[in-house]
């Protein structure tokens, strides 16, 4: 079957007052399999992919998104057709893994309080020895969610894929569950 899925990949930093997480580069590796040294402030960029699963083939719609503190407004084009989330803190980031738990509640409203696919990550997991945000931090948060958690690092690839797998997998199990709902209903 051929699906079509959007999703956000969001950090929630302005690039004057936080540190930037890597979403852009977690996007790229993604999509191109590589990692680029540098920085430059995201506006807002959409890549597309097709990944297979299984039997299934999934067109991935992907926004790499800009501008988001805890004080921001959501737009409404974060939450109308869109399947799922990567929210991405920095482990050395304090600071961006409040602005992600602020995220999160905003997201969960604007879907009306349903079950969000979400993946969790936490990425620069590769410089430990500047991190402020420890695993079981993510780990009980994501848990708190009833949504996945990572740590990864944006220079490999191989974690950087599984990210989105998990998150494919999670809107399809979403999906499937709500489906069966709705036969329940019929029945
Ligand atoms: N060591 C390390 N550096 C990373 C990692 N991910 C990103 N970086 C670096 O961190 C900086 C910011 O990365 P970006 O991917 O541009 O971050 P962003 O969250 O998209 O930033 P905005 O565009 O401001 O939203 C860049 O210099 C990257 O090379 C990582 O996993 N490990």
Redesign the pocket.
């Known amino acids: 079957s051929e699906r079509t899925e959007d999703v956000n990949v969001d950090?929630l930093?302005?690039?004057a007052t936080l540190l930037?997480?890597?979403?852009?580069?977690?996007a790229?590796q993604f999509v191109e399999g590589e990692?680029?040294?540098?920085?430059?402030?995201?506006v807002e960029n959409t890549y597309s992919k097709i990944v297979t699963l299984g039997k299934d083939e999934f067109h991935l719609h992907l926004v790499?998104?800009?501008?988001q503190d805890e004080y921001s407004i959501l737009p409404y084009s974060f939450i109308i057709g869109v399947h799922g989330y990567v929210l991405?803190y920095?482990v050395t980031s304090l600071h961006s893994f409040q602005v992600i738990e602020s995220l999160y509640q905003k997201l969960h409203e604007g879907h009306g309080k349903t079950r969000v696919p979400v993946v969790l990550v936490g990425?620069?997991?590769?410089?430990s020895p500047e991190r402020e945000v420890q695993a079981v931090e993510g780990k009980k948060l994501a848990e708190s969610w009833g949504a996945t958690f990572m740590e990864?690092?944006?220079?490999?690839n191989q974690l950087t894929q599984g990210i989105f797998t998990k998150v494919i997998q999670e809107i399809a199990r979403v999906e499937n569950s709500y489906g069966q709902e709705r036969r329940c209903h019929l029945m």
């Open positions: 950090d930093d302005t690039a930037p997480t890597g979403k852009t580069s977690l790229h990692f680029s040294e540098g920085y430059d402030p995201t790499d998104t800009a501008g991405v920095s990425n620069k997991a590769d410089l990864s690092s944006a220079r490999e």
